[in-house]
């Protein structure tokens, strides 16, 4: 990006190489062979200012090319993640000189904090406090049905947990949800907190949390099973976040993630993931539902 300005900004302007007439040729004096111009005089080689600006949220910037304008939505010392009027989002490296302010070449560099650390927000919109030290691990638990569920919660509210002093763990699917819990042996001193997919009426996973509740009899107090309506995980991310104007319909009787890959043209699942999974980095970048159900499933193995 740097070299695309540069070859204009930095041509010279005189005819260095040629002599003035009746000059000399190769003498001290002609100039040639250095920077252009008569000795004594300033450079023609124009020089070019480069600002330097903090990438503060909100802060709308281009990317040197020209070929997108948006508003910072986070940065740090590797990258920044711009935002456009049409919410589509893309991540750039803060390399020296590779971002366009009011028209001007200039260097990003990562927003210094601007509160003290008591009043800092950690992901999920928390105070975060530098006092409030991680404690050690309460036999409560929070059970998600997979890895990619567990990074997502882990990304937006793992200070939370780890001040409660709360372990999440992924159950690689609700299907072992009944047996799981039920060598669990919740009580009111170890209470279960369960965040499942697809939850909505007739579902299989609706089908599976009214079966362990009957399962448990009357332990199931100690436990509560909330989720939210989209197929995977995935889908409970904004579609702005990870750059897609909406998450595609996968038909019936594809895994949800390989049709959505493949309508998306992403590699395959792992590519996926990382394009998700990368893009959250706090609650706003989450559908309502999901935020929802965490907040209170916190609330029910902290209260």
């Not at 904090?113 to 927000?121: C, F, G, L, T």
């Not at 939370?160 to 009944?178: S, T």
Request: glycine share 12%.
């Amino acid at each position: 990006m740097n070299g695309s300005g540069g070859d204009a900004a930095f041509r010279t302007t005189g005819g260095a190489g040629r002599a003035p007439m009746g000059a000399k040729q190769g003498g001290p004096s002609s100039g040639a062979g250095r920077s252009g111009g008569l000795p004594g005089m300033a450079s023609h080689r124009p020089k070019v200012e480069i600002l330097t600006v903090e990438a503060e949220p909100g802060l709308v910037v281009e990317d040197a090319t020209g070929s997108f304008c948006g508003a910072v939505i986070r940065a740090d010392v590797r990258e920044v993640v711009l935002e456009d009027r049409d919410g589509r989002r893309r991540l750039f490296p803060m390399k020296p000189a590779s971002f366009l302010y009011e028209g001007r070449l200039a260097t990003l560099t990562p927003p210094r904090p601007r509160q003290s650390p008591e009043q800092q927000r950690s992901a999920s919109g928390s105070v975060r406090g530098d006092d409030r030290r991680a404690k050690v691990a309460l036999p409560h638990r929070i059970w998600v049905e997979g890895l990619h569920d567990a990074a997502i919660v882990e990304r937006v509210w793992g200070h939370d947990l780890r001040v409660e002093g709360v372990v999440v763990e992924p159950l690689h699917g609700a299907d072992v949800l009944v047996e799981a819990a039920r060598e669990f042996a919740p009580g009111p001193d170890r209470k279960l907190g369960v965040l499942v997919d697809h939850l909505v009426t007739g579902s299989k996973e609706s089908r599976i949390a009214e079966g362990l509740r009957r399962d448990l009899g009357p332990a199931a107090q100690y436990v509560q099973i909330l989720g939210h309506p989209y197929v995977d995980i995935w889908e409970a991310v904004k579609p702005s976040v990870v750059g897609i104007r909406e998450w595609p319909t996968v038909p019936r009787g594809i895994e949800w993630k390989k049709g959505v890959c493949d309508a998306l043209g992403w590699c395959d699942e792992r590519d996926g993931a990382r394009r998700v999974l990368g893009a959250v980095s706090t609650w706003n970048d989450l559908q309502t539902p999901l935020i929802t159900a965490m907040e209170q499933l916190i609330d029910f193995v902290t209260t």
